[in-house]
């Protein structure tokens, strides 16, 4: 997966509010969305004129943009949250869930947001969501029949995408984020997709590890400079 194929997938399946041009960055206004749908990255060559006159004040730096990383650093932007990405075959990760487990359905169910909420995913990320071209869904997952995780998981062509992965404090390392991904790729499979796709802080180490532990590969990585 290219660092293009990667910001293409994101841009597509993550969308900003608002996308304009300043020079040779891509500005976004994300609404209140995060990091992502609310910073700059270079669409083309820059100088250093064109970082002095540039506004907004969260650049994202993708792999292989060192040049552009290095002048940020020089000016004293600081790194923000490193980020990597997740992807493998979808058919690599389809499975069959036990009956009742997990609950693909648009608009999100009431539960599923106050879910989101719980680990601060709140209105101003659903909307990013809600604003998604491309087909998309929600996921409830329960388990011991109770509401224990929701996830969001969108397309772009045949790449399809895991956002807000979220499982209920009392009910983690129970198998509830696993089914999420799973039901994830089984969606994604049944529209066409043929690989999933995820991006995850460098710092969540238990996300990271159960990503690799079901055979999502290291395909990338990126991280923000903050003014």
């Not at 609310?38 to 994202?60: F, H, I, N, R, Y």
């Not at 169910?109 to 719980?118: F, K, Y």
Request: with cysteine; glycine share 8%.
């Amino acid at each position: 997966m290219t660092p293009e194929d990667l910001a293409a997938v994101m841009e597509a399946t993550w969308p900003a509010a608002r996308v304009w041009r300043e020079g040779p960055f891509l500005c976004r206004d994300g609404a209140g969305g995060g990091k992502r749908v609310s910073a700059a990255s270079s669409a083309g060559d820059w100088t250093e004129a064109d970082l002095d006159a540039l506004d907004q004040g969260l650049v994202l730096v993708r792999e292989g943009e060192t040049a552009l990383d290095r002048a940020l650093a020089a000016r004293g932007w600081r790194v923000v949250d490193p980020v990597v990405a997740y992807a493998a075959p979808v058919a690599e990760l389809r499975a069959d869930l036990p009956p009742l487990s997990t609950f693909p359905h648009w608009a999100p169910l009431e539960i599923v947001r106050t879910i989101w909420a719980e680990g601060g995913i709140g209105p101003e990320r659903v909307a990013v969501m809600e604003r998604a071209a491309g087909k998309h869904t929600a996921i409830l997952a329960r388990h011991a029949d109770r509401p224990a995780g929701a996830a969001f998981v969108a397309l772009h062509g045949k790449e399809a995408m895991l956002h807000a992965l979220e499982v209920r404090e009392s009910l983690r390392r129970s198998g509830v984020g696993a089914n999420l991904l799973r039901a994830a790729a089984n969606w994604a499979a049944a529209e066409g997709a043929t690989r999933l796709s995820l991006v995850v802080t460098e710092r969540n180490t238990a996300a990271r590890a159960l990503y690799a532990r079901l055979g999502l590969r290291n395909v990338g990585q990126y991280h923000y400079r903050m003014k």
